[in-house]
């Protein structure tokens, strides 16, 4: 219960009686003079991502909502971090800006060191793993579900998710948010048909899925981007829409 | 030529009654006796080129790397004490990565520079410490401000130039270089020249091997400071040994 227990012992609080009876019901995160995160502001919604034969294929549209509004029709939500790490974010925009922030200077000093070697895939998952859980530990996360998809330095492909609350693991399909509920079931569906699915498949299954969300959840967007990581290097597609019919939308039953 | 300091030298917080600081002086010293580093500004890059003196049979080719990538836009080749030039270079890295992180752009060569030659500087007033016994060759380019090339030196003093040498063989580089219409040359023609002045300046009585080294930073590499391709750098060294064969036959036919 607020008020009760305090997960910061060391920090002094204000003494004030009459201001600890306002705060008393409130959390020790609302009243510390150091600040932790409270809620995301800017958000992006599902990143989608399959594993194929012969590379990996993540999707994200392009859209920051501020709570309900759909502000910012044109962020990037896929990052390209070498040449054979493509990383998706969901959750707070901001938060995904300083993660993005420190993989490029992780990528400058893989560079400088000039053996031509970069990190792969699976580390820069167990890094974000690192990251994420240590932040949640101190009760300050990154509000953002990362989603992480490269090869393996031997060339396999891999795709990794990993959670603001350190929750990671690997799979031959992964969503985050609303995509969880409405394109894993799809995406499953279609690797069954298909296990040996190629990118230039799994690009067509993940615009289909996008269009379904955008249907589906109230903050999407029709404008999204596809990133593939293949053995010739990691690409992010330009943003582009589907087709989208909303004739059936026109007469609902019950709605008459 | 060499003054004795006697008793002024001990410390780089004294000065000499003629007004020299000899701890510093000595540090140049350490740098003159490295191998010769060579960087020339031409139109389109900068290029460097490192006399590897190899003193073992043992030695593994390709290592002990004497250019350096600061973030990925900027060069640097260095001469003098290795082991101090690691520690600068870190140091002009760590700068790089948090001008980075505060302002969002690539730090400036100019700005680095001057942080770098600040840090080498704070090493050179106080007598717990001794300066760093290396010069530092940066180089840059990028679409906006075209190719730049500065030089810092134990002292931590900074200068800007078109081409530069430091190490054993700087006096006969120099004049080299100086015969050379850098502002009008490009990356990949340097870079044959610079291999040919590091063959010509290599003393073959004193140091009997060394291992050639050569970067660059241009438009060829999109700003991005790397070492020579394979097949470029066997290009300049071809040129570069011919051009050698060249100059010891008209002796012999002397």
């Known amino acids: 219960m607020a008020g009760l227990f305090s997960n910061n012992l060391h920090v002094p609080k204000n003494v004030d009686m009459k201001d600890r009876v306002a705060d008393f019901w409130r959390t020790d995160a609302e009243t510390d003079p150091i600040k932790h995160t409270l809620r995301p502001i800017v958000t992006g919604t599902s990143v989608l991502g399959v594993k194929c034969v012969d590379g990996v294929v993540i999707a994200a ?34 938060d995904f800006q300083h993660i993005m922030k420190l993989l490029n200077q992780h990528s400058i000093d893989d560079a400088v060191i000039g053996d031509g070697v970069y990190r792969d895939a699976p580390s820069i998952h167990n890094w974000m793993r690192c990251v994420l859980y240590n932040r949640r530990s101190k009760f300050n996360p990154l509000w953002n579900t990362i989603i992480v998809a490269g090869k393996t330095y031997s060339g396999e492909p891999y795709l990794g998710y990993v959670d603001k609350i350190g929750v990671s693991f690997e799979d031959k399909s992964v969503a985050t948010g609303f995509g969880s509920y409405i394109a894993q079931p799809m995406m499953r569906r279609a690797l069954e048909e ?17 269009k379904v969300l955008f249907y589906r959840d ?39 | 030529m060499s003054s004795i300091g ?64 600061i973030d990925n836009h900027i060069g640097a080749a260095v001469a003098g004490l290795l082991s101090d030039a690691r520690a600068a270079v870190n140091r002009a890295r760590d700068e790089a990565a948090n001008f980075r992180d505060t302002y969002q752009v690539p730090i400036p060569l100019k700005t680095l520079c001057e942080r770098l030659g600040h840090y080498m500087h704070y090493f050179t007033v106080y007598g717990s410490l001794r300066p760093f016994g290396v010069s530092i060759l940066l180089g840059t380019w990028d679409e906006v401000n075209g190719p730049k090339l500065m030089e810092i030196d134990p002292a931590g003093s900074t200068r800007g130039y078109y ?92």
Not at chain 1, 72 to 81: P, S
Not at chain 2, 26 to 50: H, M, P, Q, T, W
Not at chain 2, 54 to 66: A, D, P, V, W
Not at chain 2, 228 to 253: C, G, H, M, Q
């Open chain 1, 61 to 94: 549209d392009t859209l920051g909502s501020y709570g309900s509004l759909a502000r910012f029709r044109d962020v990037q939500r896929l990052m390209k971090v070498n040449d054979s790490v493509l990383i998706g974010g969901f959750g707070d925009y901001a």
């Open chain 1, 194 to 210: 298909n296990p040996n699915m190629t990118c230039a498949q799994a690009r067509v299954l993940m615009a289909r899925c996008l």
């Open chain 1, 218 to 256: 109230c903050r999407a967007l029709n404008r999204f981007q596809i990133g593939t990581v293949t053995s010739d290097g990691c690409e992010i597609s330009e943003p582009m829409s589907t087709d989208t019919d909303w004739s059936i939308g026109a007469n609902p039953s019950g709605y008459e």
């Open chain 2, 6 to 69: 006697s008793g002024y030298d001990l410390s780089a917080g004294q000065f000499s009654p003629d007004g020299r600081v000899f701890q510093v002086e000595y540090a140049l010293k350490a740098v003159e006796n490295s191998g010769s580093v060579i960087a020339i500004r031409g139109c389109d890059g900068v290029v460097f080129g490192v006399e590897k003196i190899i003193t073992s049979k043992l030695y593994e080719e390709g290592s002990n790397r004497r250019v350096y990538s």
């Open chain 2, 163 to 254: 081409g530069c040498a430091v190490g054993k063989g700087r006096q006969n580089a120099k004049t080299e270089i100086e015969k050379l219409e850098m502002s009008k040359m490009s990356c990949r023609e340097l870079v044959k020249e610079v291999a040919k002045v590091i063959y010509s300046v290599h003393d073959e009585v004193k140091d009997k091997h060394f291992e050639l080294e050569l970067s660059w930073i241009g438009k060829d590499t999109n700003g991005r400071h790397e070492l020579v391709p394979k097949d470029i750098f066997e290009e300049a060294k071809k040129y570069a040994e011919e051009a050698l064969n060249d100059s010891d036959d008209e002796d012999t036919d002397m």
